[in-house]
């Protein structure tokens, strides 16, 4: 019965039209498509980061003719949330948002016009050094989170090109 099961089940999905968004692995056409595109320095710290973070995931070391080119401009937001009855600030919110733009290189079109955004919450303590070792660790993760939602947005975009 197990086996007539999976059996039926099988052929229930072969049916269906997804495929693997990554197919074909390094050499597939979405990771190629990934690897061709040319990210510029975005300002400041947290645009360091999430350079970084995007060229790590995009795979382009070493390729040297991009066939896009992937704009991004960051708004990075620290705001004090709640305030004690001695007027301190014992909670913050740091906000990164990511607009962003995916450019044929030849052409000039834009392919994606999108953006992003995502915050963390940072409990204020008495000691200086460990809030701001807070402020940094919540501005590299939301970095990277950023990273992962612009590379699978661009992927798709490529998928469906």
Not at 58 to 66: E, H, M, Q, R
Not at 86 to 102: K, N
Not at 122 to 130: C, F, G, K, L, N
Request: proline content about 2%; aromatic content about 4%.
């Amino acid at each position: 019965m197990r086996i007539l099961l999976a059996l039926a089940s099988s052929l229930a999905l072969s049916a269906c039209s997804l495929s693997p968004m990554y197919a074909g692995g390094g050499s597939g056409e979405v990771a190629q498509g990934l690897a061709a595109v040319d990210v510029p320095p975005i300002e400041g710290k947290a645009g360091w980061l999430v350079r970084n973070a995007l060229n790590d995931r995009l795979g382009a070391a070493g390729v040297t003719d991009f066939r896009y080119r992937l704009d991004v401009r960051l708004d990075d937001s620290l705001e004090g949330l709640a305030v004690l009855a001695d007027d301190t600030v014992s909670r913050e919110r740091r906000t990164l948002r990511a607009r962003y733009q995916l450019v044929d290189a030849s052409t000039g079109e834009i392919l994606l016009d999108a953006t992003e955004g995502t915050d963390a919450g940072i409990d204020v303590v008495s000691s200086e050094y460990a809030t701001i070792a807070a402020e940094n660790t919540a501005l590299e993760n939301l970095s990277r989170e950023i990273a992962d939602r612009i590379v699978t947005r661009v992927a798709l975009t490529l998928r469906n090109r």
